[in-house]
């Protein structure tokens, strides 16, 4: 056994992955932004609107002339005109007098307030009846409400959401700085592996670690460039690995990583100028053989072979340290949407690792139940069966059937 050798928690691998720079910025097209992370703060050019803007079609009114109408007694309105679209308004609103106006009409001068159109009937030409009365400001969306010139609209660090590009279309912005999308090389090891489109010879299975992960990089809004299998053989491993720290930003190993004396991962890894290991088996079930390491400031994951395992450990610590790379504030938890449920049954855990249990969501009496689903280590179908996984803490000896979880889908 290495005598480095050290069985890391969770908390000690999210705290090793924290010190890794982020990815440089680059400047990309608004329509090419959608997912990428900030890299500066984008403050408004422009007040949104430039002025207040109806938000409903109706008629734009002075709300003081509204106060009191009722369906019995409703406030007559001289007609002065209407708003058309596009236009600043060139007719004023004076005392008890309206102008029609469509949604996103400009408010001509002396209006507060639009009345929506389903309160109001016609009152014979020229005047407008209203049933029901409004506030200033009401079915208004005032002069820089939106966005005021010089306000941060978008922080650094925001994933860009399509409502952001709309807002930045808005503001007349066509250009964004963002973080550089994170260039991973993903390699699978093992005398065994044999590349998909090939009939395995018996004791031989196809490469599924290195599609299964790069899809997950590219989830992540990872680049991938996947490498062909490599044998367990430091030579040739290494001469691969040097390769990927050459041209990618993270290197993602599977298999080959163990506490037994066939430790090629290990071996290959440390032998490289400036390696520094954080973590050599991770307390967590599955995964535990799992190597983080660095090489010449670049993040080496080893992940375990099991197919199982490797897309667990994966969607824990890799995913999660993908969106630190691009900006992201590195969520020291694995990465996934959340939902409770009930557990429909026991679970039993061993102290002194965290495990990730995967679990299938029903629905019983109309409430959500998570129900585990069980097998072995090598078996991927456990994963395609089940919808997402829950985490039982480092400590803890289990949990009962019927309590309240946090489900983390895959």
Known sequence: MPEFFTVATPEQVFKA????RRLAVETVALDDALHRFCGTDITSPEDLPPLPRSTMDGYAVRAADTFGASDSLPALLDLAGAVAMGRVPE???????????????????????VVMVEYSGPAGEGSVEIFRPVTTGENVLGKAEDAARGDVV????????????????????????????????????????????????????????????????????GEVEMFDPVPDDPVLLRAALEK??????????SGGSSVGERDHMLNVVTSLSGAVVH??????????????????????????????????????????????????????TPAGARVRAALASSIHSAQGREDYVRVKLEERQGLPTARPVFGKSG????????????????????LSAGETVEVILF
Not at 196 to 210: A, F, L
Not at 384 to 394: E, T
């Open 154 to 221: 978008i922080p650094a660090g925001k994933r860009l959401l399509p409502q952001d590009i709309g807002l930045l279309a808005g503001l007349g912005i066509t250009e964004v700085s963002v973080y550089r999308r994170p260039r991973a090389a993903v390699i699978s090891t093992g005398d065994e592996i044999v590349p998909v489109t090939d009939t395995p010879s018996p004791g031989r299975i196809r490469d599924i670690n290195s599609h299964s992960i790069a899809a997950l990089v590219r989830a992540a809004g």
């Open 244 to 253: 990927a720290l050459a041209s990618a930003d993270v290197v993602v190993l």
């Open 91 to 113: 007719i004023s609103v004076g005392p008890n007098q309206a102008a029609a106006i469509p949604t996103g009409g400009f408010l001509p001068r002396g209006a507060d307030a």
């Open 379 to 398: 078996m991927l179908s456990t994963l395609v069966k089940a919808d997402g996984f829950i985490v039982l803490p480092i400590h803890a000896e289990g």
């Open 279 to 332: 973590a050599h088996g991770i307390a967590i079930s599955p995964g535990k053989p799992t190597l983080i390491a660095a090489v010449g400031g670049k993040p080496v994951f080893g992940l375990p072979g099991h197919p199982v395992s490797a897309l667990v450990v994966a969607q824990v610590f890799l995913t999660p340290f993908l969106g630190h790379l691009q900006g992201e504030e590195l969520k020291r």
């Open 17 to 20: 992955l924290s010190g890794f």
